[in-house]
């Protein structure tokens, strides 16, 4: 039986998750910010994003959300503006 490795951008994500999960329970409207999801385990730079955006970026579990520039290794970039990135494992 294999252990999986856990990666940083794993992590990220997991902390992401709790973050949306609380701004639903606050029902918070505004932007809230979401950490970078990058394979940097010293990375903790941030991005602003709403719950809807959040959401749409999370409706595969491939995709991580990165800071423009920090893209996840092994993955390919999907969608990038000058704020994040979205990049989907393969």
């Known amino acids: 039986m294999g252990v999986r ?4 951008e794993d992590v990220f994500r997991e902390a992401n998750e709790r973050i949306g999960e609380k701004a639903r329970e606050l029902e918070l409207q505004q932007p809230i910010p ?3 999801e990058c ?3 010293r990375c903790f730079a ?3 994003l709403t719950l809807e ?3 749409e970026a999370r409706s ?4 991580y959300l990165t800071i423009a520039g920090h893209e996840v290794e092994g993955a390919i970039v ?3 503006d000058d ?8």
Do not use: G
């Open 34 to 36: 979401f950490l970078c």
């Open 53 to 55: 955006q959040y959401a």
């Open 39 to 41: 394979s940097n385990k």
């Open 5 to 8: 490795r856990v990666q940083a």
């Open 46 to 48: 941030h991005m602003l």
């Open 60 to 63: 595969d579990p491939q995709r």
């Open 83 to 90: 704020r994040f990135a979205l990049a989907e494992k393969i």
């Open 78 to 80: 999907i969608a990038k």
